[in-house]
T-cell receptor, first 114, second 113 residues
Framework: NAGVTQTPKFRILKIGQSMTLQCTQD?????MYWYRQDPGMGLKLIYY???????DKGEVPNGYNVSRSTTEDFPLRLELAAPSQTSVYFC?????????????FGNGTRLTVT | LAKTTQPISMDSYEGQEVNITCSHN???????ITWYQQFPSQGPRFIIQ???TKVTNEVASLFIPADRKSSTLSLPRVSLSDTAVYYC??????????????FGKGTHLIIQP
């Protein structure tokens, strides 16, 4: 099993451009999450989804959008990229919502906005 | 806000046992305690999880006192490759929100030769 796969690994955007960060998982997990990690900082939750068609905001949702049309895929959309969105983005999934269901992370997308 | 408090950094030497403590005073009855390890340029990786007393696997041990307000991750005989950031997470998404999914800054463990 591949687990959680994120593409692309790296991307440079100009201010005002848009892009979609892709995330797919092959573990049939219902719960999926997007985090961002700034240098030397912990992970901040952007959006999460508890199943296909259901999404909700995390701690830092402004400037991002998500959709969840299938169990496997949870893309993150950046509209009008800003330098403040320069970060490493991690996608994660978990089997269910219970406390003993650990998160499985992808290896991240490093995004630079200039 | 993160529901946990950990030291920002720790240093140790190869071959030593390292203990990292996490405080979680507001832990709920149903919450498990989960530890993750993160290397540079990688996503966090699950290490160990527990609910009470002691849990041991091939990588680490987790000690949880009876009041469950703290937990200690123990790494036996560390090596240079254990240099990483370690995160303690309590709870998870719980229907009313995602507070349990908030990662703090973690503990940056540096192992020296």
């Amino acid at each position: 099993n591949a687990g959680v796969t994120q593409t692309p690994k790296f991307r440079i955007l100009k201010i005002g451009q848009s892009m979609t960060l892709q995330c797919t998982q092959d573990m049939n997990h219902n719960y999926m999450y997007w985090y961002r990690q700034d240098p030397g900082m912990g992970l901040k939750l952007i959006y999460y989804s508890v199943g296909a068609g259901i999404t909700d905001k995390g701690e830092v949702p402004n400037g991002y959008n998500v959709s969840r049309s299938t169990t496997e895929d949870f893309p993150l959309r950046l509209e009008l990229a800003a330098p403040s969105q320069t970060s490493v983005y991690f996608c994660a999934s978990s089997y269910d919502q219970y406390s003993n269901s650990p998160l499985h992370f992808g290896n991240g997308t490093r995004l630079t906005v200039t | 806000l993160a529901k946990t408090t950990q030291p920002i950094s720790m240093d140790s030497y190869e071959g030593q046992e390292v203990n990292i403590t996490c405080s979680h005073n507001n832990i709920a009855t149903n919450d498990y305690i989960t530890w993750y390890q993160q290397f540079p340029s990688q996503g966090p990786r699950f290490i160990i999880q527990g609910y009470k007393t002691k849990v041991t696997n091939e990588v680490a041990s987790l000690f949880i006192p009876a009041d469950r307000k703290s937990s200690t991750l123990s790494l036996p005989r560390v090596s240079l490759s254990d240099t990483a950031v370690y995160y303690c997470l309590v709870g998870a998404y719980s229907g009313g929100g995602a507070d349990g999914l908030t990662f703090g800054k973690g503990t940056h463990l540096i192992i020296q030769p």
